[in-house]
């Protein structure tokens, strides 16, 4: 069984930083994919970021190239999103989530999911 628990969410000011992660068990996950979403209130899920554990590339949203860095720690089964220059527009539930293989835009094609962190930026 999948489980994926974030943590690191909170509230911070616009221009801060804060790191989330995302711990990953029940699996071995070298064949996996994994992504961070983010959901407003009353917006569909977005995709923020993804990476396979295997692969070098990274892959982010236009909203947040040059702001957020996902990176992982292969030992801890954990991965980050370092997420700086903070706006209101970032605050969010932000969702860690995994599938097989490869990377994928679309949150629907991922089969595990974690319960999610608060984030909230204020102006």
């Known amino acids: 069984q999948v489980q994926l628990v974030e943590s690191g969410g909170g509230l911070v000011q616009a221009g801060g930083s804060l790191r989330l992660s995302c711990a990953a068990s029940g699996r071995t996950f070298s064949n996996y994919a994994m992504g961070w979403f983010r959901q407003a209130p009353g917006k569909e899920r977005e995709f923020v970021s993804a990476?396979?554990?295997?692969?070098?590339?990274?892959y982010y949203a236009d909203s947040v190239k040059g702001r957020f860095t996902i990176s992982r720690d292969n030992a801890k089964n954990t991965v980050y999103l370092q997420m700086n220059s903070l706006k209101p527009e970032d605050t969010a539930v932000y969702y860690c989530?995994?599938?097989?293989?490869?990377?994928?835009?679309?949150?629907?094609?991922?089969?595990?999911w974690g319960q999610g962190t608060q984030v909230t930026v204020s102006s």
């Open positions: 990476f396979t554990w295997t692969g070098v590339n990274t």
């Open positions: 989530a995994a599938r097989m293989y490869s990377t994928s835009y679309d949150w629907n094609q991922y089969n595990y």
